[in-house]
Each structure stands twice: as structure tokens, then as C-alpha cells.
């Protein structure tokens, strides 16, 4: 069974600092990662995601993530984080014959001025 | 891409009552996935829809108490029936129109008093 581990809970950054949130993925093949953010009240977005290729991946929104197979790895980046990007986080894998995507449990971002 | 609208997009019900919540695509996709997002959590997969076929309950849910219908390729409604307080959560319409990556309504949040 595929399941997704994201350790921080809670995270707070200052406005402009650089920004890493951790993913761990447990997927008995090459999985598809993906992360996705939902602001207050919102669906989610999708960020970015990978499939294969180039392990490290550029999605929108400035975000990044590298995919390390050796850690079962996916975390996502930002080097300067703003305001705006408050929000709560879900790493997510899928592949295979399952269609469907495993979530983590989020992480919130919350940004100080 | 593809642009998924929910309704309601919130509403709060009565203990006993069910509720019935539409989700309808702007393209036609074969497969609709069903998430709740409880209070604070991360989001679950309730059921595949395929069209043409009975929904896939995942562990844990099952049809009397979530009656989906998919009666075409863009259309599909879930139903939170005899609901109760731990019924109160986001309920997330999905597709996937290719390769993977799912797209996500705003959800429906349910309050049950």
C-alpha cells in the first residue's frame, strides 16, 4: 500500500526567508508525486508534480521540488517566501493501476511579517 | 485542465437528514474520485465513480451510507445520508483527465448541528 509521510505539522517562516517542506513517500514502484496547496476556504492547486525524467521539478508559483529516490524523498522548496503564500500544503502519490492519489497529512505554512 | 464546479458550496443540515452534493465537470472524464476533508485533517478517499458502473468504496465507507451516481461522463453526486455531527467535513469532488494529476472542486463544506 502506497502512503505519504509529512512530518511538520506547522511550519512559520519570515517573509523572504527560504522555505523546505518534507515529504516521504512510501510506493512499492517509481511513484507520481505531487504537491498540491489549499488557502483558507479554497480547493486545492496544484503546484507541481513528477512523473518522471528530471528529479527536480519547477512548478508555480516559484515553488520547487526534487525527487530522491534513494530517500524516498520529495520535498518542496521556495528560496524566498512571500505573504501570500500562507497556506495549508499536501504532498500526494499515485501511480500504478490506482488512479486515485494517497495524501499526507499537510503541512500549514504560516508567514510573519 | 479541467474546471469542476460543486454545490452547494457550503450548507448546515440537521442530524438525520441526508444531503446531496453535485459535482459537474467542463470536459468529459472517465473516472471522479470522492474525498473528505475532516475538520483539520487531510483528505480521504471515499469512492471511485465510473460511469456506467457502481462506485469502488474504499475501506471504511460504504453505499448505503454514500450513495454516489455517475450517470454520464461529466456529472456525478454524492449523498450523505442519516448524517451526524461526524459527518461535518469538506467534501471534494476530483478527475483526472489524463495522465495522472487530479483536479480538484472547492469542495462542499457540510456543517451537521
Known amino acids: 500500500a502506497q502512503s505519504v509521510t509529512q512530518p511538520d505539522i506547522h511550519i512559520t517562516v519570515s517573509e523572504g526567508a527560504s522555505l523546505e517542506l518534507r515529504c516521504n513517500y512510501s510506493y512499492g514502484a517509481t511513484p507520481y508525486l505531487f504537491w498540491y496547496v489549499q488557502s483558507p476556504g479554497q480547493g486545492l492547486q496544484l503546484l507541481l508534480k513528477y512523473f518522471s525524467g528530471d528529479t527536480l521539478v519547477q512548478g508555480i508559483k516559484g515553488f520547487e521540488a526534487e525527487f530522491k529516490r534513494s530517500q524516498s524523498s520529495f520535498n518542496l522548496r521556495k528560496p524566498s517566501v512571500h505573504w501570500s503564500d500562507a497556506a495549508e500544503y499536501f504532498c500526494a502519490v499515485g501511480g500504478g493501476g490506482r488512479r486515485a492519489l494517497t495524501f499526507g497529512s499537510g503541512t500549514r505554512l504560516q508567514v510573519q511579517p | 485542465s479541467a474546471v469542476i464546479s460543486q454545490k452547494p458550496s457550503r450548507d448546515i443540515c440537521q442530524r438525520g437528514t441526508s444531503l446531496t452534493i453535485q459535482c459537474q465537470v467542463d470536459?468529459?472524464?472517465?473516472?471522479m474520485f470522492w474525498y473528505r476533508q475532516q475538520p483539520g485533517q487531510s483528505l480521504t478517499l471515499i469512492a471511485t465513480a465510473n460511469q456506467g458502473s457502481e462506485a469502488t468504496y474504499e475501506s471504511g465507507f460504504v453505499i448505503d451510507k454514500f450513495p454516489i451516481s455517475r450517470p454520464n461522463l461529466t456529472f456525478s453526486t454524492l449523498t450523505v445520508s442519516n448524517m451526524s455531527p461526524e459527518d461535518s467535513s469538506i467534501y471534494l469532488c476530483?478527475?483526472?483527465?489524463?495522465?495522472?494529476?487530479?483536479?480538484f472542486g472547492e469542495g462542499s463544506r457540510l456543517t451537521v448541528l
Open positions: 476530483s478527475v483526472e483527465p489524463r495522465g495522472g494529476e487530479l483536479f
Open positions: 470536459s468529459q472524464v472517465t473516472m
